[in-house]
């Protein structure tokens, strides 16, 4: 089992920035963010293997940065330019290969809105 306790949510302007953070209780292969809109399916946003492999959702590219710092098993998403389309619950999800559902966080609301 893995744990993981996301931060970092909120409400921001059209335009600003948020970060997202994600520990979890041991070291795992791929940490990620997930997101679910109002009425939308759960969409991948980006995933970070702790090789250095990324996978990032196409609309977020160029805005969004994932990171991971490997010693504190936590993955960051960082968030630029963010638009009213980006509203959703974001879930951190752990892994253990790129291929199976692995485990969820509780979501953190964040919500783009002048």
């Known amino acids: 089992q893995v744990q993981l306790v996301e931060s970092g949510g909120g409400l921001v302007q059209p335009g600003g920035s948020l970060r997202l953070s994600c520990a979890a209780s041991r070291s795992i292969y791929v940490m990620g963010w997930y997101r679910q809109g109002p009425g939308k399916q759960r969409e991948l946003v980006a995933r970070l293997s702790s090789g250095g492999s990324t996978s990032y959702a196409d609309s977020v590219k160029g805005r969004f940065t994932i990171s991971r710092d490997n010693a504190k098993n936590t993955v960051y998403l960082q968030m630029n330019s963010l638009k009213p389309e980006d509203t959703a619950v974001y879930f951190c999800?752990?892994?253990?290969?790129?291929?199976?559902?692995?485990?969820w966080g509780q979501g953190t609301q964040v919500t783009v809105s002048s």
């Open positions: 999800n752990a892994a253990s290969t790129w291929a199976v559902p692995g485990y």
